[in-house]
């Protein structure tokens, strides 16, 4: 047995393509050569020559450009309008004047004096009502101050992710 590390290697075998093939792609290969240095060569130096040549010729060419006159500006002013404002209104409930009879003057003015304490609210809801606190507020009634139907100061504060009525 032989070692193939220590044997040298065989040599290697002569060209197994036959010697025809190989004087073709020599002789193909050269062939490409001298036509493309024909078609070069023939491109570049040489005028060709030409059979019949033209005359030049004037040529006459009219341009019109039309330019057009410019048009009015139409400027159109718009007036800016006011943002429309909370509008506060004031309730007073007046009490009718009790008739004579027999109650007494000093019921009927105790009476007054209580009624008058109560039922004012300078922000209403668009039923006509007054708010009380913990009711959801209008957009235009943010961080607006009122009283509610007993006469509580509640203002519109943003709470538990909206604006509610709440006590100051």
Same mark, same amino acid.
């Given at each position: 047995m032989t070692n193939a590390y220590t044997t040298p290697p065989a040599p290697r075998p002569v060209d197994t393509r036959p010697l025809r093939k190989r004087k073709r792609?020599?002789? %193909? *290969?050269?062939?490409?050569?001298?036509? *493309?240095?024909?078609?070069? %060569?023939? %491109?570049?130096? +040489? @005028?060709?020559?030409?059979?019949? $040549?033209? /005359? @030049?010729?004037? &040529?006459?060419?009219?341009?019109?450009?039309?330019?057009? $006159?410019?048009? @009015?500006?139409? &400027? $159109?002013?718009? /007036?800016? /309008?006011?943002?429309p404002r909370p509008t506060v209104t004031?309730? /007073? &409930?007046?009490?009718?004047?009790?008739?004579?009879?027999? +109650?007494? *003057?000093? +019921?009927? %003015?105790?009476?007054? +004096?209580?009624?008058d304490a109560t039922g004012t609210c300078s922000i209403v809801s668009n039923a006509g009502n007054c708010y009380s606190a913990g009711q959801f507020c209008r957009n235009s009634d943010h961080g607006a101050v009122t009283t509610n139907g007993g006469g509580t100061r509640i203002k519109c504060m943003y709470s538990s992710n909206a604006w509610r009525w709440t006590y100051v």
């Open positions: 792609v020599w002789l %193909g *290969g050269s062939g490409l050569l001298l036509t *493309g240095a024909l078609i070069v %060569g023939a %491109g570049n130096g +040489d @005028p060709q020559p030409v059979a019949a $040549e033209a /005359k @030049p010729a004037p &040529t006459v060419t009219a341009t019109v450009t039309a330019t057009p $006159e410019p048009a @009015p500006t139409v &400027t $159109e002013t718009i /007036k800016a /309008k006011a943002k004031v309730t /007073k &409930t007046a009490r009718a004047a009790a008739a004579t009879g027999s +109650d007494t *003057g000093s +019921d009927a %003015g105790s009476g007054s +004096d209580s009624q």
